[in-house]
């Protein structure tokens, strides 16, 4: 997926109980998702440069500074 395809946003992994790939406490670029919004989930990109899906209430929405979004970006690619 590249950067203009999405908006960016973070969100934090609290809860990674039935999704043991996800480590809790650590910071994931999300990509927007209607449709998998309206069913309760969250579309995450992991360090691969993968996105997945897994339930929203294992997150909390972030807001951080540009730079910051753009070093996880990198780094998530």
């Not at 960016?8 to 910071?27: F, M, P, S």
């Not at 927007?32 to 899906?53: C, H, P």
């Not at 972030?62 to 990198?74: E, G, N, R, T, V």
Request: proline content about 3%; overall charge negative.
């Amino acid at each position: 997926m590249t950067e203009n395809n999405h908006t960016q946003q973070a969100a934090l992994c609290l809860d990674n109980k039935d999704c043991e790939d996800l480590v809790k406490g650590k910071v994931y670029l999300l990509l927007l998702d209607e449709a998998a919004a309206e069913d309760g989930l969250i579309r995450v990109m992991d360090e691969s440069g993968e996105d997945y899906l897994y339930p929203a209430a294992n997150f909390v929405l972030i807001h951080l500074p540009q730079d910051a979004l753009s070093a996880l970006y990198s780094t998530a690619v």
